[in-house]
Each structure stands twice: as C-alpha cells, then as structure tokens.
C-alpha cells in the first residue's frame, strides 16, 4: 500500500510529457549525433554541391532543391565565404536573377598548395 503511495509521489514530480516525448522521437526514428549516420548530406553539402556545377546556380532553384527561403539561401552563401570559400555572382541573361558559382580555380589551388605542403 505505501509502494503504491510512493510512486504516485514520483510520477507526481516527473515532469509533465516527459515519457511521451521520448517515445515519440523513438518513434519517428530519430537517432543521436553520435550514431555516425553519414548516409545523408547535410544541407549544406548539398549547397556546395549545386554551387559548384560548372555554371552555377540560381537562387530559385536553391530554394526549390533545399525548401529554403530566398534570404536563407543568401545567408548560407555568405557563411561559406566566412569558412574560406570564394563565391563568383553574376546575373542570369534569361532572368535577370541572380546565379551563385564556387570559384573552381581557388578550389584547385588550394588542393595543389595542400598537397604540396605534405
């Protein structure tokens, strides 16, 4: 009778959907960062990726490929110029909008000064 008296006390100080929350993320398969699950690209590979098509890119597409808005897309450009990689812009002649490239030429010098270094 007391045991019983004792764990309504305990869930009474749990806090309120505790329980569920884990069993929901259980659920929908959520795994920790430590699980090593590198099957996916990160959306920002997946940005590289499109800025270094030979090319191009434009912002619309961007936008439609990564399901970001305009302006986040022209963040995540302006963060991967902060992390060292140089961004060529020039304008669509069909559009008028603006294409975003990874300048390949700093890509391949940097590859041989690396290689050169070791």
């Known amino acids: 009778m007391n045991t019983q008296k004792i764990d309504n006390d305990t869930d009474q100080n749990a806090l309120p959907g505790a ?6 993320k259980r659920k929908r398969g ?3 960062a430590k699980s090593g699950n590198t099957g996916t690209k990160s959306k920002q590979d997946q940005l590289v990726a499109l800025l270094s098509k030979p090319n191009g890119v434009r912002v619309s597409v961007i936008s439609d490929r990564l399901g970001w808005q305009a302006h986040t ?4 450009i302006s963060g ?3 992390r060292g990689y140089e961004i060529v812009t020039s ?9 975003y490239a990874i300048n390949a030429a700093v890509g ?3 590859a041989e000064a690396a290689e050169a270094s070791s």
């Not at 897309?73 to 995540?76: F, K, L, M, S, T």
């Not at 304008?91 to 294409?99: A, D, H, N």
Request: glycine share 4%; net charge positive; proline share 0%.
């Open 80 to 82: 991967l110029r902060k």
């Open 30 to 32: 959520a795994t920790s």
């Open 73 to 76: 897309v022209r963040a995540a």
């Open 91 to 99: 304008k669509s002649q069909k559009t008028g909008e603006m294409v």
């Open 108 to 110: 391949e010098s940097e």
């Open 19 to 24: 329980a569920t929350a884990i069993a929901s």
